[in-house]
């Protein structure tokens, strides 16, 4: 029994010893991961603003597209129930 308590006595301070070697491993691996991430994140604000003009055509674009199907649903329906007016082109 006593030597088994000797043992680990004997052991416990490579152990705590080794944890803290991982423990710095890995608050180094975190502190990596976070400034990729912050470099990530830079990385796509730079690129949306390169193409907020070029996103904001493109919503302006399905916009119009909206209004125009809107349109021709009603002059359709409007067709449908007899308004010749609303048949011919515009």
Do not use: K
């Amino acid at each position: 029994m006593r030597t088994l308590l000797a043992l680990a006595i004997a052991i416990l301070p490579s152990v705590v010893f080794a944890q803290a070697e991982e423990d710095a491993e890995h608050r180094a691996d975190r502190a990596r991961t976070e400034q990729l991430n912050r470099n990530a994140a830079a990385a796509v604000d730079r690129r949306n603003g390169a193409n907020a003009d070029a996103v904001d055509r493109y919503r302006d674009a399905q916009a119009a597209y909206r209004r125009a199907r809107e349109e021709w649903r009603r002059r359709l329906a409007a067709c449908e129930e007899g308004d010749d007016r609303a048949c011919g082109p515009d």
